[in-house]
T-cell receptor, first 115, second 112 residues
Framework: AQSVTQPDIHITVSEGASLELRCNYS??????LFWYVQSPGQGLQLLLK??????LVQGIKGFEAEFKRSQSSFNLRKPSVHWSDAAEYFC?????????????FGGGTRLMVKP | DADVTQTPRNRITKTGKRIMLECSQT?????MYWYRQDPGLGLRLIYY???????NKGEISDGYSVSRQAQAKFSLSLESAIPNQTALYFC???????????FGDGTRLSIL
């Protein structure tokens, strides 16, 4: 069975600092990979996704993620964090060629931004 | 208006009661989903539907049922609520590409 681990439950960074959120997955083949963001009191918003091809994926809001097959990782990065980035972030995976109905989510990382 | 609307936003009820959570969407998407969110567990899929005549169980369907009344409406029911169904519930939609793209703001359900 596929699984997703987000090792950091909470992360605090200063505004303007760089950010990296970790995501590791367990799956027999290369899955489809996703990052979502959840602002307080709201649903999830898709930040970016990886299906195949270039392993560095650009998303919305200045985020990017890099797929590393050898490490089974799909870490999310942002070069300079803004206070509005404070939210909870979820990594998710799906079997290849079956992206929609079989998403498995990680437990989430809550990001706090210091002024 | 929101693309995906969930009602109610908050609900407190008692063990054994029947509860219905409603979801409507204006995206025109065929695919709709119900998820449950618990702290530290992320989101888990309860049911999904790819069109009006299609209903599928997800990872944690026991104790839940759904109804797809129209393309735009997808309801989740708890026939006899129990306290461990206390959670935050999300409805989501997607187009043909598959992954959930548009989420409602959630329904916070507490069962006493």
């Amino acid at each position: 069975a596929q699984s997703v681990t987000q090792p950091d439950i909470h992360i605090t960074v200063s505004e303007g600092a760089s950010l990296e959120l970790r995501c590791n997955y367990s799956y027999g083949a290369t899955p489809y990979l996703f990052w979502y963001v959840q602002s307080p009191g709201q649903g999830l918003q898709l930040l970016l996704k990886y299906f195949s091809g270039d392993t560095l994926v650009q998303g919305i809001k200045g985020f990017e993620a890099e797929f590393k097959r050898s490490q089974s990782s799909f870490n999310l990065r942002k070069p300079s964090v803004h206070w509005s980035d404070a939210a909870e972030y979820f990594c998710a995976v799906a079997p290849p060629n079956n992206a929609g109905n079989m998403l498995t989510f990680g437990g989430g990382t809550r990001l706090m931004v210091k002024p | 208006d929101a693309d995906v609307t969930q009602t109610p936003r908050n609900r407190i009820t008692k063990t054994g009661k029947r509860i219905m959570l409603e979801c409507s969407q204006t995206k025109g998407h065929d695919r709709m989903y119900w998820y449950r969110q618990d702290p530290g567990l992320g989101l888990r899929l309860i049911y999904y539907s790819f069109d009006v005549k299609d209903i599928n169980k997800g990872e944690i369907s026991d104790g839940y049922s759904v109804s797809r009344q129209a393309q735009a409406k997808f309801s989740l029911s708890l026939e006899s609520a129990i306290p461990n169904q206390t959670a935050l519930y999300f409805c989501a939609t997607s187009d043909f590409s598959g992954q959930p793209q548009h989420f409602g703001d959630g329904t916070r359900l507490s069962i006493l």
